[in-house]
């Protein structure tokens, strides 16, 4: 159900292209929070709001989080610390002063290269013109495998529910907006199985919630794992149809309902590419 990119671009591309995307979203918001509130509060103030904003806009963001580091075998629960990291590939540091140390950006290089992280974004909402406190840093060494100091990095392992909509012989599909972190690429809708629910339950009230419909599920289909460069996601997908209820599109940006031998003609994040193939195997033991 991820990642952004056209089938067939290098993996990197496509990475860059996303965080390209999150890092557009960090800007515009932290542009319009500058607007709004101006200089001069506490850096505390313009993290809490910012995160917020971003939220809102579907992304993840997780602020000051500790980054665990491991030194000739010494290990530091906290090596040292982000602002936001959004996203989970996105690093923001934010600051509010009058001007930025020479110190700061080589400080978020040496994050991003720790943490093989191709972007970060230095924001001082002490400038009185923003524009004039933006400041990107590009890690041009995505691995950095020489260092004798190592961040314990964690994998993310996302679990997440999806369902294969039928109606008149048609599947839907839907596409991401271009506000959410995998921008633009079709999938099956569903979403994060919360801790103590099935991935039935959770397809139930994931689709309520997103698109205003009950469903009845009609069979599961085998589960997919696969591997991104920030974050593994397993799908557990289920063919449905609708019970009750006219779709309504809150979180998408469009949906589309094709015959299944059409749906590989749209531009699907590659998790979802074994969903399809499972579904059309599935569909061979349909009675004529």
Known sequence: ???????????????????????????????????????????????????????????????????????????????????????????????????????????????????????????????????????RVVNRHTYFASSRLRVHQENRHLHVTCAVIERDGLVMAARRSSAMSLPLKWEFPGGKIDRGESPEECLRREILEEMGVRLSVMKSLPASTHRYPTFTVTLYPFICRIESGEIIVREHSAIAWLPPDELKTLDWAEADLPVIDSYLAERESYPE
């Open 1 to 135: 159900m991820v990642d952004g990119g056209s089938r067939g671009d290098k993996p990197h591309a496509r990475l860059r292209r996303d965080v390209e995307e999150v890092a557009s979203n960090v800007v515009d918001a932290a542009l319009l929070l500058h607007r709004d509130l101006g200089p001069g509060l506490l850096e505390s103030v313009y993290e809490a709001v910012l995160a917020r904003m971003l939220e809102q806009r579907g992304l993840a963001v997780e602020r000051q989080k500790p980054v665990a580091i491991h030194y000739q075998g010494i290990e530091l629960n906290e090596g040292f610390r982000l602002d936001l990291l959004v996203d989970g590939q996105l690093i923001v540091e934010l600051k509010s002063v009058e001007n930025i140390h020479p110190v700061q950006p080589k400080q978020l290089l040496t994050y991003l290269r720790l943490m093989n992280l191709p972007l970060g974004l230095l924001i001082n909402f002490g400038a009185p013109l923003l524009k004039d406190g933006l400041h």
